[in-house]
């Protein structure tokens, strides 16, 4: 027999829970209190370790095998929020409203580990609900629904004491909180292996890939072609027919700085404004992040077939994205640098694959400028040697990629589609367990 609530946006899955089940606000459940404890240390402090925000987004357990910072605090602060066993952590700030509340559960005890700035620290009265299986809970798609519709902000979100205290949790009896615990434990592992096996998968693949991108632009598809100096300690032997020639005198044109306009509009009709962080990883333009630019400001930056654009600064510098016609018109933004090439004696393609290459990014980490961020400007650009075979040459070496790189890609689609089934069926298991959808027997 369930117990029926009404219909509700957030709550939905309340509608039907097991009838021996209650339904209760966490603040009649655990005790919620907000870190104020920072990653500066003082002379007048005592030693500690921080449990930071990164160490719960990323860990289901709180443990011993988390490298925790070193850090300081007061007496009041390590009395107040030092970890004890089956605390639950909760981030309350997120970049999207749809990745907040993410929790984490202390798994064994850890002496002289806080709870960190940015985060909830969440203890369970003991007799009333299970640290494991509140930590669940948090992650489940109905409860976690409610701190969504809660969190405030438009280019970070956050949630108040009051949106977390007032949060709805089903809540079994103590002994089935610890069985769906128990069981979840189990099948998330289950899960999480396999998940772990297959971003192996991807990552050798993708290291493949790399490598044979490596080998063709600088040593060429004849494995029978001799070699020579090429002179360039990143760049080592390259085929004896073979030049090496920089950046500069391969382009048809100088590198060019993209457009420093706001991305406001989102006009279809208008030119795209692609930006660094419009490029997805497999070098493709995210539908969902489309900017325009009004015609006339576009215009001195719209993009040809054959463009090469780089990243310049931040976090994603040497990151680049070849432009054909299939993407629409479009200009592009200041901080990319766009490299284009006389298709009479270059083929783009071949320079876009040298932006794929161990070489290219060991030139990279070589050449960046690190200030406040990390910054590779045109002129830097300008210098990068290239190994230049004849025009032929490129040619059959960019059909040899196309046709290697595609293979390689459509595994990897593959793999990562099963990632993302796994990952939801993760979820689902989860969500049904907390919500009495799934019935988990005693003692299983």
């Known amino acids: 027999m369930t117990i029926r609530f009404p219909d509700s946006t957030v709550h939905n899955w309340m509608r039907d829970i097991p009838v021996h089940w209650d339904v209760k606000r966490l603040k009649y459940l655990a005790n919620v209190v907000f870190s104020n404890v920072d990653k500066h240390s003082h002379e007048d402090e005592l030693p500690v370790r921080l449990c930071n925000y990164v160490d719960v987004y990323y860990h289901d357990h709180i443990d011993s095998s988390i490298d925790f910072m070193d850090a300081t605090a007061t007496e009041v602060e390590l009395r107040k929020f030092q970890l004890q066993v089956n605390d639950v952590l909760v981030t309350k700030d997120s970049e999207a409203a749809d990745d907040i509340a993410v929790p984490s559960v202390v798994a064994e005890a850890l002496p002289g580990v806080l709870c960190g700035y940015h985060l909830a620290q969440v203890r369970p009265f003991a007799r009333r609900i299970d640290g494991r299986f509140l930590a669940r809970s948090f992650e489940a798609v109905g409860p976690k629904a409610q701190f969504e519709a809660e969190s405030t902000g438009v280019t970070r979100y956050g949630l108040g004491k009051y949106a977390i205290d007032n949060g709805l949790f089903g809540v079994p009896p103590l002994q089935e909180q610890e069985a769906i615990s128990a069981f979840l434990d189990h099948e998330t592992k289950r899960i999480d292996d396999l998940i772990a096996k297959k971003k192996k998968q991807v990552e050798l693949l993708r290291e493949k890939r790399i490598g044979l991108i490596t080998e063709a632009i600088t040593k060429g598809i004849d494995p029978s072609a001799k070699l020579k100096p090429s002179g360039i ?66 215009q001195p930056y719209l993009l040809k077939e054959g463009d090469v654009l780089l990243a310049r600064s931040g976090a994603t510098v040497g990151k680049s994205f070849y432009y054909t016609p299939e993407w629409g018109r479009a200009a592009f933004a200041g901080y990319m640098i766009r490299a284009r090439f006389d298709v009479q004696q270059h083929v783009p393609k071949f320079m876009h694959y040298v932006t794929q290459s161990y070489y290219y990014w060991e030139w990279i980490s070589t050449v960046n400028i690190q200030a406040t961020i990390q910054n590779v400007s045109a002129e830097k650009y300008a210098d990068l040697w290239i190994a230049v075979p004849s025009l032929d040459e490129q040619t059959a070496i960019v059909e040899h990629l196309n046709e290697e790189t595609m293979r390689i890609d459509e595994i990897v689609t593959l793999i990562d589609r099963s990632i993302s089934l796994l990952t939801e069926y993760r979820l689902a298991v989860i969500s049904s367990a907390v919500t009495g959808k799934l019935s988990v027997k005693l003692g299983s």
């Open 233 to 298: 300690e990143w760049l080592g032997d390259i085929p004896e027919h073979w030049n090496a020639k920089r950046l500069k005198f391969l382009i048809a044109e100088p590198l060019k700085y993209g457009a420093n306009e706001a991305a406001d509009e989102d006009d279809p009709s208008q030119p795209r404004y692609v930006r660094i962080t419009d490029i997805d990883a497999d070098g493709g333009l995210r539908e969902e992040t489309f900017r325009s630019l009004p015609e006339e400001v576009a």
